[in-house]
């Protein structure tokens, strides 16, 4: 372990401040391209610190965590935000209970985080500095069709095909979180369920959200995508809005942000895949586009 050299000296000096002298400093693991994030233990437990040279993550926190967390959407609490010479920095909550297994597949009180942050946020828009933004364009199709090497032209035949149809998960309804997926979730000693990945915060359609909760690319029936639909519009019936789908639709919506979602994670992640792995998670992508 070397802290000096792994963290900004005004971020490990106030940890210890606060807390004690770190005992530890454990880089966890992530798909990241820049910046990284660290378990810090000390006399008292432990904090995540993260760094980044994108600011949304760090603005996200600085500008609105309160205010998120007054209405209901559970995120980390934040204790200290730095903006150092080259990076961002933020010292967050470490939250050590991971979502149970048994609760990876359309958890009500999951959705109703969700439910809370896209509401709270309905019609509000996103200002945050180069924050990400979810599409789906040619060259993204291109790059997984690729992937299917002799398949080239099939494959690019039906991306493009659900591709076009997809647009309408990209229009900007409410914020979204944008990585939902359930390794990202903790639960507190307390109960509480908390998102504490802010990395991809974006204004894009609640469906994203709802999608990337589902684990893999989702159910052969459409089963599972119809419990979390019809779940999330009675949670969103409760709210004083009109929401944009009904249940069918909704159901639809979520299909195509999983498509979605696998093909963005493939053009840009493949490599990270065993080539078991790539094989199977390809022949289940074109399955679903057929499909659909």
């Known amino acids: ?19 004690g002298n770190i005992t530890s400093l454990k880089k966890l693991d992530g798909i990241k391209s820049q910046g990284g994030c660290y378990r810090a233990k000390h006399k008292s437990g432990s904090v995540i610190v993260k760094s ?14 309160k205010k ?14 730095h903006q150092g010479k080259k990076k961002y920095w933020i010292v967050i909550e470490d939250i050590l209970n991971t979502l149970p297994k048994d609760r990876w597949y359309g958890d009500e009180s999951l959705l109703e985080v969700l439910c809370n942050l896209h509401c709270f946020t309905w019609g509000r828009p996103l200002i945050l500095t180069d924050n990400y933004k979810p599409s789906w364009s040619d060259c993204l199709s291109e790059k997984v069709s690729e992937l299917y090497k002799s398949d080239y032209n099939k494959a690019l035949k039906h991306l493009l095909r659900v591709q076009k149809v997809s647009q309408t998960v990209f229009q900007p309804t409410c914020w979204i979180n944008g990585d939902t997926n359930p390794t990202n979730w903790g639960v507190r000693d307390n109960g509480d369920l908390v998102l504490f990945d802010w990395e991809r915060i974006c204004y894009a359609s609640p469906a994203i959200d709802l999608a990337i909760t589902i684990p893999g690319l989702g159910t052969t029936d459409y089963s599972l995508e119809r419990k ?13 809005l009109d929401f944009l789908f009904k249940i069918d639709e909704l159901v639809e919506q979520i299909i195509l942000a999983k498509i979605w979602s696998a093909v963005e994670f493939l053009a840009y992640n493949h490599k990270l895949l065993e080539q078991n792995q790539l094989e199977t998670l390809l022949t289940e992508l074109l399955t679903k586009l057929k499909k659909f």
Do not use: C
């Open 1 to 19: 372990m070397n802290i000096q050299m792994d963290l900004d000296l005004e971020v490990s000096s106030h940890i210890e401040k606060r807390w």
């Open 52 to 65: 980044m040279e994108v600011q949304s993550e760090y603005q996200f926190y600085k500008m609105f965590s």
């Open 68 to 81: 998120l967390i007054d209405n209901g959407v559970n995120i980390p609490e934040i204790y200290f935000a």
């Open 228 to 240: 979390i639909a019809e779940t999330y519009i009675k949670l969103f019936a409760k709210k004083d």
